[in-house]
């Protein structure tokens, strides 16, 4: 698997919120478990928003 370890502070401030997720490269297995309130919470402004 090719992975690209971002290290330049300007580029990690563009991901914001995605940084809390850094680790989960370190734990594939839990990247299900990670984003899991992401697919949440896209679900339900989906439902709001019809």
Known sequence: MIKK???D???LEE???A?????ISNMPARV???V???H???E???KEAN
Do not use: P
Request: net charge negative; aromatic share 4%.
């Open 5 to 7: 370890e971002v290290t």
């Open 15 to 17: 991901l914001e919120d």
């Open 9 to 11: 502070e300007a580029e």
């Open 32 to 34: 299900k478990c990670a």
């Open 44 to 46: 339900a402004l989906k």
């Open 19 to 23: 940084m809390a997720l850094q680790n």
């Open 36 to 38: 899991l309130a992401w």
């Open 40 to 42: 949440t919470l896209k």
